[in-house]
């Protein structure tokens, strides 16, 4: 199905099937409808325990619509083909086949067990950010269902990542006959654009990337606008505040006379940067991989996810629970079909040992961290 971020009514469609297999698994049902009229989707499922566990996903894509026919889910070998197949609609239907396991060995220690899907993760969560962070303040711990990486690492820490976006109002003018009545947007977006790859020199960890550049609308005109999309990303919080507050600067200070900028940040994720609660998670997982012949290590990687949003809710989080894919927003895209079963078994097991665990029942390192 298509879904991407901005296609409401595929978003909705998924909503739709997923509410569906919930109910089937055993889930209790609440839509809840957002601003523009997309749903989030939270399932709950109450246990014998004490403590809530979260699982986050999402349904939506980076993908236009007509991508779902253009380039549809196919099995080739061990892999699966298809739009969001590993980014992230893989780990969310093995989010739900982990519930239906635990619920069919009657292993339900969790107090609730509750899923969270998403349905703008790709934009940067702008609406479903206040669901995410209302689920995860009262939760033991949350896991997150974002495929693994291709060496089936498991992800513990993220970097932030934010849009800037920069307009530059200048002056229209003939160029062959008052240029010099004109104000360049043009020249202040050429002169920003290299100002702002100058910063990939200073903190390390930050990357700023203009990723969109437009200026002007005829050649035989002094440019009266320009638009530039800047990707900010860090891996501690203090160089992602800095590195967006050098970006705002540099915006301000293009040294083009007449030129102003109007500067916006969309939808920020703040860096999620691991820490002793996340080392116990991931030690616990790697501890039961073990056991499942699963040799697996815990990671930091570079972009950003809803996982950097819950864990700024407190929440202790581990990432990349779902099984393993690759080539996430290209055509490429694939999931490893003979990761389903292990990677889906150590989810579910890591669900009943933290939930073992959140309620005094299990001696698994985990308890000071939850």
Request: aromatic residues 2%; glycine residues 14%.
């Amino acid at each position: 199905m298509d879904s991407g971020s901005a296609d409401v009514a595929g978003v909705n469609r998924v909503a739709g099937l997923v509410a569906g297999y919930a109910r089937d698994a055993g889930m209790r049902l609440e839509p809840v409808r957002l601003a523009d009229g997309r749903a989030a989707l939270i399932a709950r499922r109450g246990g014998a325990g004490r403590r809530k566990i979260l699982l986050v996903g999402h349904m939506d894509t980076v993908f236009p619509a007509g991508t779902a026919a253009a380039r549809p889910f196919q099995v080739d070998g061990d892999r699966a083909l298809g739009p969001g197949v590993c980014d992230g609609k893989g780990g969310l239907l093995a989010g739900l086949a982990a519930v239906e396991a635990l619920i069919l060995l009657g292993a339900e220690r969790y107090g609730e067990l509750t899923l969270v899907c998403s349905p703008d993760e790709e934009a940067g969560s702008p609406l479903g950010r206040a669901v995410l962070r209302r689920e995860a303040r009262d939760a033991a711990a949350a896991l997150c269902l974002e495929c693994a990486p291709a060496d089936g690492s498991l992800i513990a820490a993220r970097k932030g990542v934010t849009e800037v976006e920069i307009v530059l109002r200048g002056r229209a003018a003939h160029p062959g006959v008052d240029a010099e009545r004109g104000a360049d947007a043009a020249l202040a977006a050429a002169r920003l654009t290299v100002a702002l790859q100058e910063l990939n020199r200073g903190r390390p960890g930050v990357t700023v990337t203009v990723g969109v550049l437009s200026a002007g609308t005829a050649p035989n005109m002094v440019a009266e606008s320009a638009r530039l999309a800047v990707d900010v990303r860090a891996d501690r919080a203090a160089d992602f505040d800095a590195a967006v507050r050098d970006v705002r600067r540099l915006a301000d200070g293009h040294g083009v006379p007449g030129v102003t900028a109007e500067i916006a940040e969309r939808a920020p994720m703040p860096p999620w940067e691991g820490g002793p609660r996340t080392d116990a998670l991931a030690d616990a997982a790697c501890a039961l991989g073990r056991e499942l012949g699963l040799h697996i290590r815990a990671r930091a990687v570079g972009c950003g996810a809803d996982a950097n949003l819950v864990a700024a809710a407190g929440t202790p989080v581990l990432d990349g629970l779902g099984p393993i894919g690759g080539a996430a927003h290209t055509p490429g895209e694939w999931l490893d079909l003979s990761s389903l079963v292990p990677r889906t078994a150590l989810l579910a097991g890591l669900i009943d040992r933290v939930a073992a665990a959140a309620t005094g029942l299990g001696g698994l390192g985990v308890e000071g961290a939850i």
